[in-house]
């Protein structure tokens, strides 16, 4: 048995070290973007390993959208990793970002004020006309945009002159706690969507492309609404995953 589990222990090392050396090779761009990794005994070959070894290694990396395999068609490189978010933890795109292993970044950001309209109004608990700031935002991973963001808050939070001071990568979370107010939880609609001009322009993609539309609700100690978000991420830049309990009994 120590001796079946120690020969797994070693191909599991092998395959680690397979998937960082093809990362290695598709982040530095040797492996091109797109491009065709050569056949799996060829590959296997090269890189001193067998070919289940190979496999795991392509299957990990696969799920973590570094590579497409297509049953005979081969193993291409994608244009950009997954970025994994998990919907059960409340925390920001930058910080998905960064857990990828990408260099978070904003192209673009633009502060407006105004009356909320009535959804705002409703969402935050102000009346329609009550002045909001709005930020919006282009966030990219190295370099690319993958979200268009839109941040609503009431002026009695922050005011507008606070988000245009503040620095384009800068966390709204972080600005409300400071002024007292910090989120302690928040409630997501999560929705498919298709880029219409606006969106697509902005986010670098041809007219209709997949995206997944996120509107967040977050919410203060006492249960006060703080912030309503609207995201509109590349579905293929982003990978969810959502906690799921019971269907057990409560004791």
């Known amino acids: 048995m120590s001796d079946a589990k120690g020969w797994l222990s070693v191909k599991k090392r092998l395959s680690f070290r397979v998937r960082d050396d093809l990362v290695s090779r598709i982040a530095t761009g040797r492996i091109p973007p797109g491009s065709k990794l050569p056949p799996e005994p060829e590959l296997a070959e090269e890189l001193g390993v067998s070919r289940p070894t190979l496999r795991e290694a392509?299957?990990?990396?696969?799920?973590?959208?570094?590579v497409t395999?297509?049953?005979?068609?081969?193993?291409?490189?994608?244009?950009?990793?997954r970025l994994r978010?998990?919907?059960?933890?409340?925390?920001?795109?930058?910080?998905a970002i960064r857990a990828a292993g990408m260099e978070p970044g904003t192209s673009r950001s633009a502060v407006h004020t105004g009356g909320a309209g009535g959804e705002e109004a409703e969402a935050l608990d102000l009346q329609p006309g009550d002045p909001v700031v709005r930020l919006e935002r282009v966030r990219t991973a190295?370099?690319?945009?993958?979200?268009?963001?839109?941040d609503v808050v009431s002026v009695s939070l922050i005011a507008a002159g606070e988000l245009s001071a503040m620095p384009l990568d800068g966390s709204l979370y972080e600005l409300l706690e400071r002024?007292?107010?910090?989120?302690?939880h928040?409630?997501?609609?999560?929705?498919?969507?298709?880029?219409?001009?606006?969106?697509?322009?902005?986010?670098?993609?041809?007219?209709?492309?997949?995206?997944?539309?996120?509107?967040?609700?977050?919410?203060?100690?006492?249960?006060?609404?703080?912030?309503?978000?609207?995201?509109?991420?590349?579905?293929d830049a982003f990978e969810f995953t959502v906690v799921r309990r019971g269907p057990g009994r409560r004791s």
């Open 186 to 235: 928040g409630v997501v609609r999560v929705e498919p969507a298709r880029a219409d001009r606006s969106l697509a322009k902005r986010l670098g993609v041809r007219g209709g492309a997949a995206l997944l539309y996120l509107r967040q609700v977050d919410f203060g100690r006492g249960g006060e609404p703080l912030l309503l978000s609207h995201e509109h991420h590349l579905a």
């Open 85 to 95: 978010n998990n919907l059960d933890v409340n925390f920001g795109v930058t910080e």
């Open 179 to 184: 002024h007292g107010s910090p989120v302690a």
């Open 69 to 81: 395999r297509t049953s005979g068609a081969g193993t291409y490189a994608t244009h950009r990793p």
């Open 58 to 66: 392509l299957r990990s990396l696969e799920e973590d959208g570094f």
């Open 142 to 150: 190295d370099d690319d945009p993958v979200v268009l963001s839109l």
